[in-house]
């Protein structure tokens, strides 16, 4: 993934028309768009290749399964027009290691999650978040998602995989986190939903973000 604005938009929307209206007015702001569960079971995953139109799209599915089910899982992510795949590494080096080598046939994006930006997410993720971290870059991953609500971990996680991998980070706008902050910290892209796709004028609200990432 190119990185321009330093925004990816959370579409967490569940209607197709309104995922591509979203899409086509900030399409120049943003450098992807992530899409998850509630879009895709409600449209299917031809919403994945509509979406691809606008801008790169990032599968966060949160793959976590046995290697044999995450290889399934992420060939039809991606033979969808998903550029990329968001997984959970708390299953282990197996598993992360089936995902990453499917996105190698495919030219992909394998993003693991070492923590997530809700309050409950700090307390069973950060134990293992290190080691997490550690094997998304031992096993050669793209990146790792990081909670913009907590930069003081983006900044430790950032420590611990060096520069050699992406991190992209949730949580700006709604959940409380400050784009300059989680940038500022370590963090490559930061994902915005709500502040977005709730708004009045989605292309302004993303232009204003923008100007916050500061690139």
Known sequence: MERNTGLIVAMDVTRMDSAVEIASEVAECVDAIKVGYPLVLSEGLSVISRLADYAPVIADFKVADIPNTDELICE????????????????????????????????????????????????????????????????????????????????????????????????????GGKASDVIEAGANWIIVGRSIYNSENPKETAMELVTGIGI
């Open 76 to 175: 039809q992510v991606f033979k969808a027009g998903a550029s990329g795949v968001i997984v959970h590494g708390f299953t282990g080096e197996d598993s992360l290691k089936a995902c990453i080598d499917v996105a190698r046939r495919y030219d992909g994006d394998i993003y693991v999650v070492s923590e997530m930006s809700h309050p409950g997410g700090a307390k069973y993720f950060q134990p293992i978040a290190d080691e997490i971290a550690s094997m998304a870059y031992e096993f050669g991953a793209t990146g790792i998602v990081a909670p913009a609500t907590r930069p003081e971990r983006v900044k430790h996680l950032r420590s611990i995989i060096g520069d050699g991998l992406s991190i992209i980070s949730p949580g700006v706008g709604a959940q």
